[in-house]
T-cell receptor, first 113, second 113 residues
Framework: AQTVTQSQPEMSVQEAETVTLSCTYD???????LFWYKQPPSRQMILVIR??????QNATENRFSVNFQKAAKSFSLKISDSQLGDAAMYFCAPFSGTYKYIFGTGTRLKVLA | DAGVTQSPTHLIKTRGQHVTLRCSPISGHKSVSWYQQVLGQGPQFIFQ???????GRGNFPDRFSARQFPNYSSELNVNALLLGDSALYLC????????????FGPGTRLLVL
């Protein structure tokens, strides 16, 4: 089986500050990928960042970076210099060939002006 | 280039009826996946198609079926609708589907009365 846990239903961050969203997963697969997707209030899901599990180097994408700890099965997302437009639901989603995409329950991020 | 498109945007049905949802992938994308997103939860994987063949199926009853056409567009069919089928149905496309970034459509909001 493959499961994913996002233990923070809601987080708040002050504009321009840094916030970290946590995600842990469990998988029996050896080959998999990890994604963070963002779903703003308009509800169109968009990719934030992608990590290949076989790569040790943490993925970064502008203000977004991950802390990938494979042994601990942890995949947290760090957002630096938070902006009002970052307010959204964030979903962690491991992918494997067997189980396809499994989405977490999401973390609602609020950005305070 | 146009993104993933879905039709209709909203739909109201009554219990026991049948519904067909449609999805057109991004040009050049050969894989389409379908998700059900109940309010307040993360998307749940229903089907993945690649080159008109079913590549994966989530834990959904046989009332749910799908197909992919030669132009890579896709339909999701749900028979004998239940109240619990009320949800946002998301379609996502990718080039081949295995561990790649998925691009999501805006979804079809289905309400079953």
């Amino acid at each position: 089986a493959q499961t994913v846990t996002q233990s923070q239903p809601e987080m708040s961050v002050q504009e321009a500050e840094t916030v970290t969203l946590s995600c842990t997963y469990d998988t029996s697969e050896s080959d998999y990928y990890l994604f963070w997707y963002k779903q703003p209030p308009s509800r169109q899901m968009i990719l934030v960042i992608r990590q290949e599990a076989y790569k040790q180097q943490n993925a970064t994408e502008n203000r977004f970076s991950v802390n990938f700890q494979k042994a601990a099965k942890s995949f947290s997302l760090k957002i630096s210099d938070s902006q009002l437009g970052d307010a959204a639901m964030y979903f962690c989603a491991p992918f494997s060939g067997t189980y396809k995409y499994i989405f977490g329950t999401g973390t609602r991020l609020k950005v305070l002006a | 280039d146009a993104g993933v498109t879905q039709s209709p945007t909203h739909l109201i049905k009554t219990r026991g009826q049948h519904v067909t949802l449609r999805c057109s992938p991004i040009s050049g994308h050969k894989s389409v996946s379908w998700y059900q997103q109940v309010l307040g939860q993360g998307p749940q994987f229903i089907f993945q198609y690649y080159e008109k063949e079913e590549r994966g199926r989530g834990n959904f009853p046989d009332r749910f079926s799908a197909r992919q056409f030669p132009n890579y567009s896709s339909e999701l069919n749900v028979n004998a609708l239940l109240l619990g089928d009320s949800a946002l149905y998301l379609c996502a496309s990718s080039l081949q589907g295995e561990g790649e970034t998925q691009y999501f459509g805006p979804g079809t909001r289905l309400l079953v009365l």
